[in-house]
């Protein structure tokens, strides 16, 4: 079974039971995970399982690593990784005959090459470019850094292809790409698991090779760093008459004013969605009513986009007089047209609600 077959089952065996826990009562559900953007910076230890490149002639080794991360938008994390594994050279009582052969044929055509154990560690900028924020986040990942390949030659002139000259240590470009998944298990911690591949540049030729090619596994977890800034819901409630003649949709000066503020507030933070609504007091036909409703809401939501609201995050509607604070059983007491639309006075409204609001 080659390197590759190897690496995804492995992949596979860590990630099915971990996707069939995310589905019990205990982990977040999709619509918690997806509640909000969670940007908070984590660190992430893990372990790892290397299938090295056979050219460098060692056996598969265990390892460790450490990643400190970011996530910047829905869809994309950067993060600083680094792992060490040690890689210990193949016992040549270890290999069958026909390995035995093929090592000592290329022995015989391209001169002795040095068999030996190697500390590989590597430094890597990732990106993570993420499917799903859910309960479930599958993810493509690439990355550039260093790699060092402390190479340790331990042949003695018994083994099967002659003597050791010398070590080496160099630092080398490296490459990765790979896919995994993260599983949310709380608003502090994680489950995370990935497979990639590595290019390694192997600058200093070591063991006469042009470069090597590492198979990785691993496994850990993401601790987010801090308290969840969590979103909130806020709702404005502005008087009609304080922005429009009675029965009028075009903004006064002072509610011109008014809208400017409230977009200044709204600039100061983040949020997903503006919902403007308009209502009226029962005064007149439901017609009219419910057309000047919408003008009003229009105008306030044109005001703010005006302002700097992003048009593509508003949306305004009319209520006419369906939505009433106050009812005409309220007013049944007013002795003129005058008492009555003051006593109506409430219903008259442009309500804002502003939706998924976090600091900036």
Known sequence: MNAVTVSAISTLLVVSPIAVMAQGADMYTTEQALSSFDDRWYISPFATYTWADENRATDDGEGFGFAVGKPINEWLNLELRGTFTNLISEDPADLSASELEDRYNDFVANGYQGGGDFGVGDLALDGLF???????????????GVISDDFTCNRTEANFIGGCENSSNSFSFMAEAGAGVMVPVSEYVSLRVDGRYRYDDNAAEIRDQS??????VTAGI???????????????ELSADALFGFNQDTLSPTGANNVNNLANELNEVNYDRVQVDGHTDPIGSAEFNQGLSE??????ATQLVTDGVPSDRI???GFGKTNLKVTEADCAGATSRAALIECFQPNRRVEVTVDGVTPK
């Open 222 to 236: 993401a601790i987010p760093i801090g308290t969840r800034v969590k979103p909130v819901t806020r709702k404005y």
């Open 211 to 216: 470069d090597f090619g590492d198979w990785i």
């Open 315 to 317: 949306r305004a509607q």
């Open 130 to 144: 993420f499917f799903s924020r859910g309960a479930v986040q599958p993810y493509l990942l690439g990355g550039l």
């Open 295 to 300: 003008r009003r809401a229009t105008t306030v």
